[in-house]
């Protein structure tokens, strides 16, 4: 049972447009939304989290959305850059003052082309 | 150290054998996790590791996986009998308890082949 999924195993975009990535969850406990972003033979990297009591949280070009009635979850990346290009994962936790323990979806490989 | 280091970066085994992956966390820090990510899929969790407390296991395949840590600093996941499908990039986390998911840092990863 994939609680996590990111529907579109890849993006790709124009330099200097905006980059969205888009990711469903299906376990109302979860509290804690995360993405990562991940580079070829690099461990996953943290990028932003929202809290489910928030429905936006912004650091520079990053913005993540949430919309818990639809449990959704969406990250903007604007204006996107090469090196943005990446493998995305969007992460989730129930417990995360408790364990910190994350499940994963599969991943959005996204391609920035100049 | 600086990061989370992990040993060997790769691993060519054939099957039915045995094979250890370690993991040295951030100094210092007091949880640690296991992830796997198989060819085209998420991040599985496998198990997780806080202070002394009983490890969470719940994300083990099977009995022929396990782990330790010693001392509270190192980890070691062993699979015992590999099979093809035991073939993924296995990943060491580590981070202070009390920054739960914030304060993951991630290894670079053990990419193990099954052949």
């Known amino acids: 049972d994939q609680q996590v999924k990111q529907n579109s195993p890849s993006l790709s975009v124009q330099e200097g447009r905006i980059s969205i990535l888009n990711c469903d969850y299906t376990?109302?406990?979860?509290?804690?939304f995360l993405w990562y972003k991940k580079y070829p033979a690099e461990g996953p990297t943290f990028l932003i989290s929202?809290?489910?009591?928030?429905d936006k949280n912004e650091d520079g070009r990053f913005t993540v959305f949430l919309n818990k009635s639809a449990k959704h979850l969406s990250l903007h990346i604007v204006p996107s850059q090469p090196g943005d290009s990446a493998v995305y994962f969007c992460?989730?936790?129930?417990?995360?003052?408790?364990?910190?323990?994350?499940?994963f979806g599969q991943g959005t490989t996204l391609q920035v082309k100049p | 150290g600086a990061g989370v280091s992990q040993s060997p970066s790769n691993k060519v085994t054939e099957k039915g054998k045995d094979v250890e992956l370690r993991c040295d966390p951030i100094?210092?820090?007091?949880?640690l996790y296991w992830y796997r990510q198989s060819l085209g899929q998420g991040l599985e969790f496998l198990i997780y590791?806080?202070?002394?407390?009983?490890?969470?296991k719940s994300g083990l395949p099977s009995d022929r996986f396990s782990a330790e840590r010693t001392g509270g600093s190192v980890s070691t996941l062993t699979i015992q009998r590999t099979q093809q499908e035991d073939s993924a990039v296995y990943l060491c986390?580590?981070?202070?308890?009390?920054?739960?998911?914030?304060?993951?840092?991630f290894g670079s990863g053990t990419r193990l082949t099954v052949v």
């Open positions: 100094s210092g820090h007091t949880a």
């Open positions: 929202i809290s489910s009591i928030k």
């Open positions: 992460a989730a936790s129930a417990e995360a003052g408790n364990t910190g323990k994350l499940i």
């Open positions: 376990n109302s406990m979860f509290d804690y």
């Open positions: 986390a580590s981070s202070f308890f009390s920054e739960g998911p914030y304060g993951y840092t």
């Open positions: 590791f806080q202070g002394n407390s009983a490890p969470d």
